[in-house]
């Protein structure tokens, strides 16, 4: 039997026991008018057949598949509905106000993060595009000369240091595409920042002033060039030399107006690296352009994301340029093509790398910003409730990211909802353990089951909380005082590099949480006290299990909140390549392990004494890193750093190369279930930010 009608055949047999299954067993189940009795022999039979057919799809079947992906979406849906019928109800308690309003409250946050997002999820988890292929047939048609319009590289920089935009303008000079001028926009109006462009070879562009921030700063280039496409860089995204090649081909079409690539980031987040988890974990945002964004694609919605986008100037011209409305004008942007009728294209293809945020404060106000942006619109004409020419699918889409935003704020009430029972005794939630044991459990253990697998091994529903629960009270200040005054904020740059020789400890982030975390505490010692008191005990089991959960998740996030020493200037890149060390006359071979622009870790002989007065060099033939002057060479435990001389422009031009911009060289690293929640269960006691501070 061939693979596909091997593959065929157990996707039928599949389907056929299900069917029988849901027949026999869950659609009975599935309208509990007469009863909420559950059969002893029936308690663990929902959740048996959910935990084991997860298993089985996932196991056995490859995430390639769209009928498998189908199959499984189904299974989530079917469960999850036979979960909010008997939450809508049999779960309510209405026999006070108070009760009421908390019962309601959390059954209404739970209803806005699962219905809204069902149909959602099959466009982004079961069908979504693929522009990889195409993007590599049309970069044919631009190599050939076929197809070369005329392409200006904006970088917008504020207050970044000079070393890093070097960098970036040093990645976009390499870029493989003739008909290019790059141009440094300025908004800092630095006197060393225009020094660099002119030692650079680019141009440079800054205004008297800050009006509409970093979309006044793009409008001000705007209106004084003139080329067929702009492509847009942040001062720390650096891209792949073959990044014009493999997005320009796409504007042959028209009606084309803009395309997004991924953001990827060459260095771990905060939470990644106060954890000591650099590595171990996709980053946060790996989702959304590894998922969501190909799912928003299908139906023309998708995000302009502020960095490493190409848009077309006549489309630009059109909607007035970069809007203003709002701090998030790429959000905005995306919103004003997309109603004119244009094509936003994503092509789900790394070609550029950037730095991600230093500091767990940098990284929640860059959050704060993206939200507050987004809430802006409500009240602009870009009201994606309101504005015309999009879609009922295309409104529906950008709704979601306004509930997207809403996310954290709903973790917020799950964590705070059981204290309302242990501390006030107060009963939002009104079920015994069976039932949640039979209409709870089944769900929450297919999601666990199946979702990193759904998430192409990007993300696991442990980490997600953590995310959430780091931001959850920041973002709801920010909904609150949004939407009390909407243009009250202005623009913030996330600050980039930060090298700290100390630990620091974020309290106005971790402060919240370890208030809360403590209130569990005092509502666990309540509960212990008052066990014996009660006849049922099944409202306490349930609530201290949710308790008990929500702490652990919180407790993971205030380790987070502990930034560690670092040193972000000069990223050190995992190389693992031999060289050579000249020293005097002798040719000394090594292993390369990590390479930055400013020095190496390298194993060398065990028999190597290094010689004074000699001079060294750097010699790694694989990147053409020839004879690079090496300052001082010292041991660190069993290896050797070497700091390189101050290198001129040439041997940085080809570091740099060597480093950020080879093609295919960024690539996000799925990783398994197990792997995940080792790390998960790792970071919880091993004290990662106290242990390690000087890693």
């Excluded at 498998?68 to 006070?96: A, D, K, Q």
């Excluded at 660190?636 to 041997?651: A, I, P, T």
């Amino acid at each position: 039997m061939t693979p596909q009608r091997y593959q065929t055949f157990w996707t039928v047999l599949l389907l056929i026991v299900l069917f029988a299954i849901g027949l026999q067993i869950l659609l009975p189940q599935f309208f509990p008018f007469s009863r909420l009795d559950i059969p002893p022999d029936m308690l663990f039979m929902p959740l048996l057949i959910t935990v084991l057919t997860g298993l089985l799809l996932t196991t056995v079947f490859s995430y390639q598949s769209e009928t498998i992906r189908t199959i499984i979406y189904l299974l989530v849906i079917f469960f999850t509905m036979r979960y909010l019928f008997w939450r809508v109800f049999f779960t309510l308690n209405l026999n006070t106000p108070l009760n009421g309003f908390l019962s309601l409250l959390l059954l209404g946050a739970e209803l806005l993060m699962l219905l809204p997002n069902m149909l959602a999820n099959y466009m982004m988890l079961v069908s979504r595009t693929n522009h990889r292929d195409k993007a590599d047939a049309l970069a044919q048609h631009v190599e050939a000369g076929k197809f070369v319009p005329s392409v200006d590289v904006f970088i917008a920089t504020y207050n970044e240091a000079e070393d890093m935009l070097e960098r970036t303008i040093i990645g976009c000079q390499a870029l493989d595409y003739p008909k290019k001028k790059i141009y440094v926009l300025d908004d800092g109006r630095r006197k060393n920042i225009e020094a660099l462009t002119e030692r650079l070879g680019c141009y440079y562009f800054t205004r008297p002033d800050n009006r509409h921030y970093k979309a006044g700063n793009l409008n001000n280039a705007f209106w004084q060039t003139e080329s067929d496409l702009i492509v847009f860089f942040d001062a720390d995204f650096v891209p792949c030399r073959d990044f014009l090649n493999q997005t320009v081909g796409f504007f042959q079409d028209n009606n084309v107006a803009l395309l997004q690539t991924p953001q990827h980031f060459y260095n771990a987040d905060p939470i990644e690296s106060n954890l000591g988890l650099r590595g171990a974990l996709t980053n946060e945002q790996a989702v959304f352009f590894g998922l969501i964004q190909p799912g928003r694609d299908l139906v023309n919605s998708v995000i302009c994301c502020g960095t490493s986008f190409l848009a077309r100037r006549k489309v630009l011209e059109e909607i007035g340029g970069i809007p203003t409305q709002s701090i998030t004008e790429d959000y905005v942007t995306s919103l004003a093509c997309q109603a004119l009728g244009y094509r936003v294209i994503y092509l789900d293809k790394i070609l550029s790398a950037g730095d991600a945020p230093a500091s767990m404060s940098f990284f929640i106000n860059q959050r704060l910003r993206w939200c507050i942006g987004v809430l802006q619109t409500l009240f602009t004409e870009y009201n994606a409730f309101k504005i015309k020419g999009l879609s009922l699918m295309q409104h529906y889409y950008h709704l979601l990211t306004h509930i997207n935003w809403l996310m954290p704020v709903i973790r917020l009430v799950a964590i705070l909802m059981p204290l309302t029972f242990l501390i006030f005794g107060c009963m939002p939630l009104k079920a015994d353990i069976s039932q949640v044991v039979y209409y709870f459990l089944p769900i929450y253990c297919l999601n666990l089951v199946v979702s990193n697998w759904l998430h192409s091994g990007k993300r696991s529903p442990f980490w997600t909380d953590v995310y959430d629960a780091v931001m959850m009270i920041p973002l709801a200040v920010s909904w609150a005082k949004t939407l009390k005054s909407p243009f009250g904020k202005g623009f913030s740059v996330t600050p980039k590099p930060l090298s700290t020789s100390k630990i620091f400890f974020q309290w106005d982030i971790a402060l919240p949480l370890m208030i809360i975390f403590m209130l569990y505490v005092v509502g666990f010692i309540i509960q212990y006290q008052n066990w014996s008191l009660r006849a049922d005990n099944s409202s306490t089991l349930i609530n201290v299990f949710w308790g008990v959960y929500n702490c652990i998740i919180m407790w993971v996030a205030i380790l987070t909140c502990i930034d560690i020493p670092q040193d972000r200037y000069y990223v050190k890149h995992q190389v693992e390549k031999r060289g050579l060390l000249t020293m005097g006359e002798r040719s000394i071979p090594f292993m390369v392990h990590t390479l930055s622009e400013k020095a190496a870790c390298i194993s060398l002989p065990g028999n190597f004494e290094p010689v004074a007065d000699v001079a060294l060099t750097f010699t790694l033939p694989d990147g053409d890193l020839l004879d690079f002057p090496v300052r001082s060479l010292e041991k660190v435990s069993s290896q050797w750093k070497l700091v390189f001389s101050n290198l001129s422009l040439s041997e940085k031009r080809l570091i740099i190369d060597y480093l950020y911009c080879q093609p295919g060289q960024w690539e996000d690293k799925p990783f398994g279930d197990s792997h995940y929640t080792w790390n998960f269960i790792r970071s919880i006691f091993r004290l990662y930010p106290l242990t390690n501070v000087h890693s």
